[in-house]
């Protein structure tokens, strides 16, 4: 079956500019997570969403980045006024509740200039 | 979280078995180990993950060291794809549904 997208696959964009990225998780999964990868840095957790609960938001950066999921599936990343260390690759995750594996999507490449 | 400990790089031939180490000496009687692989340009995957027995399954082996302070690994036949960057993380059984934390992980070299 179809596996978890993410568009675009590559975004460039000017310093202050506002971006969105969007993540369609794989249907029927109820939990939706966000990580950003930086250049040679490892995984790092943004934001979650569990069904109708209120996310857990405490891995965002700073207050320009926000995310919503609209009736429980797809999801958009939005970050406000970008810098120039937004620049990484963010990847978006879906699970069942009750699932031990994640499943990642291939990842929106984002550069900041 | 519980935090993990590897190998920043490991070499190993094609067809030849694997074994990648994990140190996790503070881990938690409630704490899943589980593994991902991050092969290049893609998203993180899923490999295996255990609790106290040894598992297998079609990718892979755990192995879990009876005190659970350590795990390995084991790719019994090693191919030019499993070339990945492969990440220990340990998880609570109570928080099923949460976020993976993701350290430096070991770099798989895959010899031809």
Same mark, same amino acid.
């Given at each position: 079956g179809a596996g978890v997208s993410q568009s675009p696959s590559n975004k460039v964009t000017e310093k202050g500019k506002d971006v969105e990225l969007r993540c369609d998780p794989i249907s029927g999964h109820t939990a939706l997570y966000w990580y950003r990868q930086s250049l040679g840095q490892g995984l790092e957790f943004l934001i979650y969403f569990q069904g109708n609960s209120a996310p857990d938001k405490s891995g965002l950066p700073s207050d320009r980045f926000s995310a919503e999921r609209t009736g429980g599936s797809v999801s958009t990343l939005t970050i406000q006024r970008t810098q120039q260390e937004d620049s990484a690759v963010y990847l978006c995750a879906s699970s069942t509740y009750t699932a031990y594996e994640q499943y990642f999507g291939p990842g929106t490449r984002l550069t900041v200039t | 979280d519980a935090k993990?400990?590897?190998?920043?790089?490991?070499?190993?031939?094609?067809?030849?078995?694997?074994?990648?180490?994990?140190?996790?000496?503070?881990?938690?009687?409630?704490?899943? !180990?589980?593994?991902?692989?991050?092969?290049?340009?893609?998203?993180?995957?899923?490999?295996?993950?255990?609790?106290?027995?040894?598992?297998?399954?079609?990718?892979?082996?755990?192995? !879990?060291?009876?005190?659970?302070?350590?795990?390995?690994? !084991?790719?019994?036949?090693?191919?030019?794809?499993?070339?990945?960057?492969?990440?220990? !993380?340990?998880?609570?059984?109570?928080?099923?549904?949460s976020r993976l934390t993701f350290g430096e992980g070991t770099q798989l070299t895959v010899n031809p």
């Open positions: - | 993990t400990t590897q190998p920043n790089s490991m070499e190993s031939n094609e067809e030849e078995p694997v074994h990648l180490p994990c140190n996790h000496s503070t881990i938690s009687g409630t704490d899943y !180990i589980h593994w991902y692989r991050q092969l290049p340009s893609q998203g993180p995957e899923y490999v295996i993950h255990g609790l106290t027995s040894n598992v297998n399954n079609r990718m892979a082996s755990l192995a !879990i060291a009876e005190d659970r302070k350590s795990s390995t690994l !084991i790719l019994h036949r090693a191919t030019l794809r499993d070339a990945a960057v492969y990440y220990c !993380i340990l998880r609570d059984v109570g928080t099923s549904g």
